[in-house]
């Protein structure tokens, strides 16, 4: 089965670099996507295709991917980025869709 | 711009069958590469993925769940209807529906999401 491994949390000062992993099989096959999700609200999109920013999404936000791992980096963190993210992909036969069990950004 | 809205039942017994209503606009679900998501969200927990409908009817559901859940679409009304039978207390959870967006047989992801409809499962 496709799984998607995230660290639980991570924790940062502001101004400095986050970087949160994901892990999984298919995602030397499949893109990896990221969702940020503040407490309260519904997911939105921060990262498509691997490394695409949608409209909108601050230039903080990147993404990239090697082998098995996609990485979300923000840079020059902000309070504001304090949240939840999950990483989500399909699987090879694109039959099927999974999150990452998320990992909780702390601003310090 | 783009816009989905939840609506069902709060609160439903265990054995019962859940059925929720996705409302969208600012886009059609007449094409392949577009569609309409379940995902739902347990108190405190993470992301599920529920099923899937592209504009071309195909459907995808969730392994684990696939016998429970049967999603349909209904373009002339703008919206996207799940249904769950024999629910369960651990079923309990935020149900959202998002826009499917992406490349057939390729890679689709989601965006926008809806705001959610918390549903709880209690005798």
């Known amino acids: 089965s496709h799984e998607l491994t995230q660290p639980p949390a991570v924790s940062v000062s502001p101004g400095q670099t986050a970087r949160i992993t994901c892990s999984g099989n298919e995602l030397s096959k499949q893109h990896g996507y990221w969702y940020q999700q503040k407490s309260g609200q519904a997911p939105v999109l921060v990262i498509y295709?691997?490394?695409e920013r949608p409209s909108g999404i601050p230039e903080r936000f990147s993404g990239s991917s090697s082998g098995t791992t996609v990485t979300l980096t923000i840079s020059g963190v902000q309070a504001e980025d304090e949240a939840d993210y999950y990483c989500?992909?399909?699987?090879?036969?694109?039959?099927?869709?999974?999150f990452g069990g998320g990992t909780k950004l702390t601003v310090l | 711009q783009i816009t989905l809205k939840e609506s069902g039942p709060t609160l439903v017994k265990p054995t019962q069958t859940l059925t929720l209503t996705c409302t969208f606009s600012g886009f059609s679900l007449s094409t392949g590469g577009v569609g309409v998501a379940w995902i739902r969200q347990p108190p405190g927990k993470a992301l599920e993925w529920l099923a899937l409908?592209?504009?071309?009817?195909?459907?995808r559901y969730s392994p684990s769940l696939d016998s429970r859940l049967t999603i349909t679409k209904d373009t002339s009304k703008n919206q996207v209807v799940l249904t769950m039978t024999n629910v369960d207390p651990v079923d309990t959870a935020t149900y959202y529906c998002a826009r499917v967006f992406g490349i057939v047989g390729i890679s689709f992801w989601f965006d926008p999401w809806g705001q959610g409809t918390l549903v709880t499962v209690s005798a």
């Open positions: 295709k691997d490394n």
């Open positions: 409908v592209l504009g071309n009817d195909a459907k």
């Open positions: 989500q992909s399909g699987d090879s036969s694109v039959t099927y869709w999974v």
